[in-house]
């Protein structure tokens, strides 16, 4: 069965740490450009960040700038979302997402396989 699976969210406080891993079963990321994604309460869900398949380029939405960086390990079939100076506002549940290219770029659109979502809660 082919499936995304999201890691790593929880409670932290304002300025606070994070770690998302997105692990894949019964297919390889090798040929896959990874994104993450979060829909909080009551909003559409954005993108957030994405990598290309090679990991050698990587886009980030204006709001998390600075503060997030998403890394990928082939070896272990993983990709990662560090989350520094994490806001209130960064609440939401995280998806990650996979879309088969070989490009080197990364979309938010035509996704082929979805995780179910981890929730990370920024509050004091």
């Known amino acids: 069965q082919l499936q995304l699976v999201e890691s790593g969210g929880g409670l932290v406080q304002p300025g606070g740490s994070l770690r998302l891993s997105c692990a894949a079963s019964?297919?390889?990321?090798?040929?896959?450009?990874i994104g993450w994604f979060r829909q909080a309460p009551g909003k559409e869900r954005e993108g957030v960040s994405c990598?290309?398949?090679?990991?050698?380029?990587?886009n980030y939405a204006d709001s998390v700038k600075g503060r997030f960086t998403i890394s990928r390990d082939n070896a272990k079939n993983t990709v990662y979302l560090q989350m520094n100076s994490l806001k209130p506002e960064d609440t939401a549940v995280y998806y990650c997402?996979?879309?088969?290219?070989?490009?080197?770029?990364?979309?938010?659109?035509?996704?082929?396989?979805w995780g179910k979502g981890t929730l990370v809660t920024v509050s004091s």
């Open positions: 019964g297919f390889t990321l090798d040929y896959y450009a």
């Open positions: 997402a996979a879309q088969f290219h070989g490009q080197e770029t990364c979309y938010y659109y035509g996704m082929d396989y």
């Open positions: 990598i290309s398949s090679s990991g050698g380029s990587t």
